[in-house]
């Protein structure tokens, strides 16, 4: 292995750790202002507007993930793990819709 693929290697790693930091901290704070009484719309309104951005985010990385999975440049548990903390982001998102008619 090449100190290049290395350091891509890493640089993969971090960005893949990113990714999911942000999409778990999304998750924590969407459910904890579900829980929450009290809190103001407007807050309510700008967290899962940042959650869907954050879920559109998340699926590309998803499909980079993948790519790099078929490719055999990283583990397929990868793409697993990360379908399983994005994917349920859009039937929340589904969910939220449907129940603001």
């Known amino acids: 292995m090449t100190t290049n693929q290395k350091s891509e290697g890493r640089f ?15 998750w924590l704070t969407v459910v904890t202002i579900w829980f929450l009484n009290g809190i103001p719309k407007p807050i309510a ?3 899962f ?15 980079i993930e ?5 490719t055999r440049r990283t583990r397929v548990l990868n793409p697993v793990v990360d379908a399983i903390l ?15 008619f």
């Open 49 to 63: 507007t940042i959650f869907r951005v954050t879920a559109v985010c998340a699926t590309l990385w998803l499909l």
């Open 12 to 26: 993969l790693q971090r960005l893949r750790i990113a990714f999911r930091g942000a999409v778990i901290l999304n």
């Open 66 to 70: 993948t790519t790099e999975a078929i």
């Open 45 to 47: 309104m700008a967290a």
């Open 86 to 100: 994005t994917l349920p982001m859009f039937a929340f998102w589904f969910l939220a819709w449907a129940s603001s």
